[in-house]
């Protein structure tokens, strides 16, 4: 089973690569993605290592970014797809969002400094693109922690400091909309 999966998401990181449509306008994108997910979940490092790849590769993806009036664009010949691109990303990690953030809290607290790069990795990503899903998911994986593996105070202490540094990004923005304006 391990060998498929491995096999699987190494086809998800070329599929996403050199034929982005194959993937993002299948109907097989959402069970695709569920696959990533259950492969975070296994004890072999390089599948892990691989899997948190693709979903940097699909979170991170150049048509989350991608405006049709950027006249400094240099997207591919799929810039016509971007914004179908876009839709389906921002569909599944909403509606996986929970379980993608609980996976990576996980990945962080059990598992070897081997992955904590790439899951921090794909934490900044999500912070940016994904902070509404980041913000109200975060929270509740956390408050889920076993109070044996981090104590109440620190689960305190960290969801106290990430609401302040919410609210300072929210700020931020609001002072850069009303420059812009």
Do not use: W
């Not at 194959?22 to 993605?33: D, R, Y």
């Not at 569909?91 to 081997?114: H, R, Y």
């Amino acid at each position: 089973m391990t060998l498929v999966l491995d096999d699987y998401v190494h086809l998800l990181n070329d599929l996403i690569e050199y034929s982005p449509h194959t993937i993002f306008l299948s109907p097989a994108f959402p069970p695709a993605f569920q696959a990533l997910l259950s492969s975070l979940t296994l004890l072999a490092p390089a599948i892990v290592l691989s899997s948190l790849d693709v979903i940097r590769s699909i979170i991170g993806h150049e048509c989350l970014i991608y405006s049709p009036s950027d006249p400094t664009s240099t997207i591919s010949s799929d810039a016509h797809l971007y914004t179908t691109f876009a839709a389906s990303i921002r569909s599944i990690v909403n509606m996986n969002g929970a379980a993608l953030i609980g996976l990576l809290v996980d990945e962080l607290i059990s598992n070897s400094d081997d992955t904590a790069t790439n899951v921090l990795t794909v934490f900044r990503i999500m912070a940016v693109s994904f902070s509404g899903v980041l913000s109200s998911e975060l929270p509740v994986v956390i408050r889920r922690i076993p109070s044996k593996t981090i104590s109440d105070l620190e689960k305190t202490e960290f969801l106290t400091m990430f609401a302040k540094l919410v609210i300072t990004l929210l700020l931020r923005s609001f002072a850069l909309l009303t420059t812009c304006v």
